[in-house]
């Protein structure tokens, strides 16, 4: 129990996910579509490889902010070996992983926050960004990070919003998708209670930052993403979305099923509400039915062979009519906990 105490923690944590993960990171074999995500990932890295110290931004074969593939171009000027920019973007998971440790002991026991980060190691999703290039888990442990900045239990201050700004920023510039991040600190600033106005508007300027570093790219790319990948993007959008979405909440919303009904009982939830969006779940299964395509782009994974497992109803498999309106009253209790 020693052991989980102090930086013996971290040393042990660091050990156990590097003897997971270094095998695979430096084995050849292919991995599903975390090796096929690779190839493109790489091929942005090669392409600001090649053009270093100038690498051009208007267009890379990505969809994502370029900053994870300058910092892998910047190590490729040692070694553009593929194994070796893994060994990088592993150090980069690793990092982040200690960092989300260390939020985690500032609120429990060392033992109890080893415990929780371990279950972090061995996730799936986590565990599989890591073990090849991907952007995954250096921008999430990055939003971590900038959320702990801004945790209310830390006190609110110029340096901690500072931070968070910061942080904020890194996010955004290696995955977009997380600019909800500086909305989240603009609304923060009014839930703390006992800072004066000079550091309020202070944090609205701040929180404005990772917004202001998107532009740029938004205006030399004339949309959210390098042209590259404009069209592949344009397939994504529909209902197929939204209801993955929504079914994947009513997965992880059933796990913390005990949070979600005392979240019920401390709101202002109400039956009727709650049947009504369940409602609007089952309504648009019936407009958009849920296909099972194999060859479809954001179709794979879990949620999809379980479907393929039950049966089909009017189009849809039994789990979506099941898991979306359930989804659904999910993200209604979480809104209602959020405006009591």
């Known amino acids: 129990m020693k052991l989980l105490n102090g930086l013996g923690s971290y040393a042990l944590m660091a050990v156990l996910f590097s003897a997971i993960v270094v095998p695979v990171v430096v084995s050849e074999r292919q991995l599903t579509f975390y090796s096929a995500d690779e190839v493109y990932h790489f091929a942005a890295v090669h392409q600001f490889h090649d053009q270093w110290p100038r690498p051009d931004l208007r267009d890379y074969p990505s969809p994502e902010t370029p900053l994870y593939y300058l910092m892998l171009a910047a190590f490729s000027q ?112 009014f839930f703390y209670i006992g800072i004066g106005r000079p550091q309020r508007i202070l944090n609205i300027v701040l929180s404005v930052i990772p917004i202001v570093a998107l532009l740029p790219l938004f205006t030399v790319w004339q949309g959210l993403t390098p042209p590259f990948a404009q069209n592949q993007i344009r397939a994504l959008f529909g209902l197929d979305v939204p209801i993955c979405v929504f079914a994947l909440l009513g997965v992880f919303g059933s796990v913390f099923g005990v949070t979600m009904l005392r979240a019920w009982s401390s709101s202002r939830c109400r039956i009727r509400y709650a049947a009504m969006v369940a409602g609007a779940g089952l309504l648009i299964l019936l407009i958009h039915p849920m296909k099972l395509d194999p060859s479809a782009l954001v179709q794979g994974g879990w949620l999809f062979d379980l479907a393929r497992l039950t049966p089909e109803i009017l189009g849809s498999s039994l789990t979506f009519w099941i898991l979306c309106p359930l989804g659904l009253v999910y993200l209604y209790v979480i809104i209602s906990q959020q405006t009591v």
Do not use: H, K
Request: net charge positive; charged share 10%; hydrophobic share 55%.
């Open 78 to 189: 040692i070694s553009e070996n593929v194994v070796w920019l893994r060994l990088v973007s592993f150090m980069m998971s690793l990092v982040g992983l200690l960092v989300v440790q260390a939020y985690l002991t500032s609120r429990a026991r060392a033992p109890v926050a080893f415990l929780y980060t371990a279950c972090m190691v061995v996730s799936p999703y986590f565990l599989g960004a890591a073990v090849r290039l991907r952007t995954e888990n250096p921008a999430l442990c990055a939003a971590i990070a900038a959320m702990w900045s801004l945790d209310y239990a830390s006190g609110f201050r110029a340096g901690r919003a500072t931070c968070g700004a910061i942080l904020g920023t890194v996010t955004v510039l290696m995955r977009q998708v997380y600019v909800w991040l500086a909305p989240t600190q603009f609304l923060a600033t």
